[in-house]
């Protein structure tokens, strides 16, 4: 049976948490090991930059980062092609041929895109860059130059999928049938909050614990978390449907630990150090493996490159052969 190839991807603007663990690395390494796909992960540079255009060294320093932190979740680069966006020009061809195929309308009315600006209002102030509007665009190029079937995304994600379906649909309507139009596969998992209670966990929130993050910062954050303000006391009677600690129990803690956690601090028998000492141990045991790994690969940076180098190779083939394929539909293929 064909495997299916899979486009996911990340921008590399900072080292990744746990938040995208349990949000999407975890189903990715679920996914490639299905053995039933042929996954391909893009460290999405240029679109890094499309807000980060005044700190390109930035972006550089996190491809490393956030590679290293695939490879620390089990992301087998034997089995996943993990490669770099910029690397791959005919990416950047195809954002130009498709750009005739959405309106400014159109990318302005997508709520993915519309809510990100809104986020970005430091940056960006009233009038938003060209790069940042037209990066659906460019997602929808990434997608296709690999010929991807299924995209994994969050529910606030489906939004661009759709536009990349609508640009493929529109492009293969008027220059025949030659790109694939992918399928969003919506992912389980859901978002998980910050240690402050924030829907979202992030740098600038400083609000994250890091897969990368030592034990010993992974206890400072774990005692900074958000618990039942009305608790003083110990004996006082608690809510943990209110309490982060619960809440990430329910992460990295056994369910009979998650249930004497939830009774004893309803019943006000439990203290909120000693219910963060024993998340923080639980949380350790689960990033251990992950820092060791983490560790070899940091130590040898080689590897790295390798893995980079080797795979996108693989991926600006493919590339190369979508290619190749749009220029002859669209009647740019001189002298072929
Ligand atoms: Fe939260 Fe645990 Fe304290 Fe209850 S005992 S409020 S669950 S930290």
């Keep these: 049976m064909e495997k299916k190839r899979i486009v996911t991807g990340d921008r590399p603007t900072g080292r990744l948490h746990i938040g995208h663990y349990f949000g999407s690395l975890k189903n990715r390494v679920k996914m490639q090991e299905s053995g039933e796909y042929d996954p391909y992960i893009l460290v999405a540079d240029v679109q890094a930059l499309t807000d980060n255009f005044n700190n390109p060294e930035k972006v550089r320093k996190n491809v490393r980062e956030v590679v290293m932190d695939y490879l620390s979740v089990g992301i087998d ?81 489906l939004p661009l999928i759709e536009q990349c379906r609508e640009i493929v649909r529109k492009f293969n309507s008027i220059y025949g049938e030659v790109l694939v139009e992918p399928e969003a596969v919506l992912s389980k998992e859901k978002r998980i909050k910050g240690l402050d209670g924030n829907e979202k966990m992030g740098k600038s929130l400083g609000n994250a614990i890091y897969l990368s993050d030592s034990e010993e910062e992974v206890n400072k954050k774990v005692m900074s978390a958000v618990t039942d303000p009305n608790r003083i006391k110990k004996d006082d009677l608690g809510n943990p449907d209110v309490c982060m600690v619960a809440y990430y129990h329910k992460l990295f803690s056994s369910e009979e630990e998650c249930k ?68 002859k539909a669209m009647k740019l293929d001189y002298f072929e």
Aim: aromatic residues 6%.
């Design 77 to 157: 680069p034997e089995k996943t092609t993990i490669y770099i966006q910029s690397m791959i020009p005919e990416v950047a061809e195809l954002t130009v041929f498709y750009s005739n195929l959405v309106t400014i309308a159109r990318l302005e009315r997508n709520p993915t895109v519309k809510t990100e600006i809104a986020q970005k209002r430091d940056l960006f102030g009233e009038s938003v860059t060209y790069g940042f509007l037209g990066y659906p665009v460019s997602q929808a190029a990434d997608i296709t130059a690999l010929e991807g079937k299924i995209v994994p995304v969050g529910e606030d994600q």
């Design 260 to 327: 004497t956690v939830c009774e004893e601090c309803r019943a006000g028998k439990r203290g909120c150090v000693a219910c963060k000492k024993q998340l923080a141990k639980n949380i350790n045991a689960t990033l251990e493996p992950m820092r060791q790994k983490r560790k070899y690969y940091e130590e040898r940076p080689e590897l790295v490159d390798e893995i980079l180098i080797k795979g996108t190779e693989k991926a600006r083939q493919t590339a190369k052969e979508t290619m190749k394929k749009v220029k």
